[in-house]
């Protein structure tokens, strides 16, 4: 019962890191191609599995290079206002101006 255990961990956690490393991005690989890395899991089948996760999970924790330390994976979003009517100063300028317009425009009619 025991050696199936072991077996069915074994399969398990060769399938969770291929499965992984199917998903993963360039920057996650240490710089080796995924055949290489299929090869080293396929080969070694506890300790290629577990140099997988560790080599990634250092890459993530590390910051080796780009956004790997990162946490996500989408792009970086601005810190301020995406949009000019999400500003607002360019709202309060856009009001300013809007009110200088009229005073020139109501101005000239006056003076007609």
């Known amino acids: 019962m025991f050696r199936v255990l072991v077996g069915l961990a074994v399969v398990g956690l060769l399938v969770y890191s291929l499965a992984d490393l199917s998903a993963s991005e360039e920057e996650d690989r240490a710089g080796l191609p995924k055949w290489l890395w299929v090869v080293i899991i396929v ?55 809007k009110r200088r317009q009229q005073r020139r425009e109501g101005g000239d009619d006056t003076a007609s």
């Open 43 to 97: 080969l070694l089948p506890i300790f290629g599995p577990i140099t997988w996760i560790a080599t990634k999970q250092s890459r993530r924790r590390g910051g080796s290079g780009g956004r790997g330390a990162r946490p996500g994976r989408g792009p970086r979003r601005p810190s301020g206002p995406v949009a000019p009517d999400d500003d607002p100063d360019f709202l309060w300028r856009l009001e300013q101006e």
